[in-house]
């Protein structure tokens, strides 16, 4: 009897000494992870804690010291609230608004399990099944900017001009504007991308927005409603309220503080009532030195970025705490980085364009972090945040380059040019790259 109980014994011991291993493993790993790739100033420790019985989220630094937390995960749920998070996201956030995952009911329709290793761990290896093509996968494309004219790419402030100067090498005067050049990209990467057997979704039409309408006819049928609601949110003063509904207010203006925000909200609602396998969202950039832009500039890099590194006033909502802690539990920022490592290598090699470094420009070093992965940085954009897919933020070359400007000038129909062209084929050899190298 006594060797029976003592072998009891070691048994009970050895399962409660390995689970409590377990369990300090992943405390371990998600408070890496949350100081390695989301919390920029090492400011937020206010705002979660991670400790034996799970994770907590707190909307302030009081509720933290009352220990009150607005939502709590505990480690044996964590698995569970994984998958809502990746096919309900709704109903998860729903649950989060509640304070906590609840057990789903009996006759609840069970939903795809994720891997025992997926459940526990934060995965740092992609595996993804070898593919001969891209059959059966789901691709969403953002192509950033709306203008397919000057007069809409001046109103987003996303137009270069610069008149011909022989002295400073631009023979020819050049007008561009960014919408134009992420939505041929976008057109060219769709056709290659479906030729491979992928389905493909844009976010936009042409010359308008994610609502389907030029900034004009959303300006005539839908800034009243917008106003009023940011109103009511108290998103806007009174005074705000007044200017923006009245004659004299600047489109600039109502683009700017109204349009441009609504408009990605629209973008990552399309994108994720899709569902893709991966998202990518297309830019070009400029050089943040170049006054102005009304010159061009020697320098010329690529970047890409993905989720994370959240400032001390960038958790202010639930919506922006339950998109932290979504980061923080899935592995859709890993897949990002994965993702983005891949196109940075394709980028780089295609469009003969070096990679950023973290010194290349002032808000890579202070608006972002560093992933370990050259060209790839953690950056808190509202499509970072609010995509819940693997992604990648894309931004390729500067526009304002003295080189660059000449060839992205050619041709007006976009598709045709052979430096768009070039961006595009860049880009689905990164695809490619990540389901093939990634076994
Ligand atoms: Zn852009």
Redesign the pocket.
């Known amino acids: 009897m006594k060797l029976k109980a003592c072998i009891v014994f070691l048994f009970i011991s050895t399962f409660v000494f390995s689970q409590e291993r377990i369990t300090q493993d992943m405390m371990r790993r998600y408070a890496e992870k949350a100081q390695k790739y989301l919390d920029k100033e090492k400011a937020l420790s206010a705002y979660y804690s991670i400790d034996t019985s799970g994770i907590k989220i707190f909307s302030s630094l009081e509720s933290k010291l009352k220990n009150k937390p607005e939502f709590f995960i505990g480690w044996a749920q964590l698995g569970d609230y994984k998958n809502k998070l990746r096919y309900e996201p709704e109903a998860a956030f729903k649950m989060y608004k509640l304070g906590k995952y609840q057990l789903p009911e009996e006759d609840h329709l069970p939903m795809p399990k994720l891997k025992l290793s997926q459940q526990n761990e934060i995965v740092d290896y992609i595996t993804v099944p070898q593919r001969k093509d891209l059959r059966g996968l789901k691709i969403a494309i953002d192509p950033?900017?709306i203008a397919s004219d000057f007069e809409t790419g001046d109103l987003e402030k996303?137009h270069l001009k610069f008149k011909q100067d022989v002295v400073r090498g631009i023979p020819d005067s050049i007008e561009i504007a960014?919408g134009m050049l992420?939505y041929a990209t976008a057109v060219l990467l769709k056709q290659k991308l479906e030729a491979e057997g992928a389905q493909v979704m844009l976010t936009r039409p042409s010359g308008t927005s994610a609502f389907g309408k030029t900034y004009k006819e959303w300006k005539k049928d839908d800034l009243k409603k917008a106003v009023d609601s940011l109103f009511k949110m108290g998103e806007l003063k009174p005074s705000q309220k007044n200017y923006f509904l009245s004659a004299k207010a600047d489109d600039r203006d109502i683009f700017r503080v109204i349009f441009r925000d609504l408009d990605l909200a629209k973008r990552a609602e399309l994108v994720n009532a899709y569902q893709p396998d991966l998202t990518i969202i297309i830019?070009?950039?400029v050089d943040e030195t170049n006054t102005n832009w009304e010159h061009p500039t020697k320098r010329d890099f690529n970047m890409t970025f993905v989720g994370g590194a959240f400032m001390k006033n960038d958790l202010s909502s639930p919506e922006k705490r339950f998109e932290f802690l979504r980061l923080m539990i899935t592995d859709d920022l890993e897949r990002s980085i994965a993702l983005s490592s891949c196109m940075i290598g394709s980028f780089e090699k295609i469009l003969e364009v070096p990679t950023a470094g973290d010194l290349d420009a002032k808000y890579l070093s202070e608006g972002c972090l560093g992933t370990g992965k050259k060209g790839v940085y953690c950056r808190n954009l509202q499509l970072t945040r609010y995509v819940h897919t693997p992604l990648v933020y894309g931004?390729t070359l500067y526009q304002d380059n003295i080189k660059e400007s000449q060839l992205l000038n050619k041709e007006s129909d976009k598709t045709k040019n052979i430096r768009v062209q070039q961006v595009a084929e860049a880009y689905f050899l990164g695809v490619l790259n990540y389901f093939t190298i990634q076994q």
Request: proline share 0%; charged share 35%; hydrophobic share 10%.
């Open positions: 950033g900017h996303k960014e992420t830019h070009f950039n931004e």
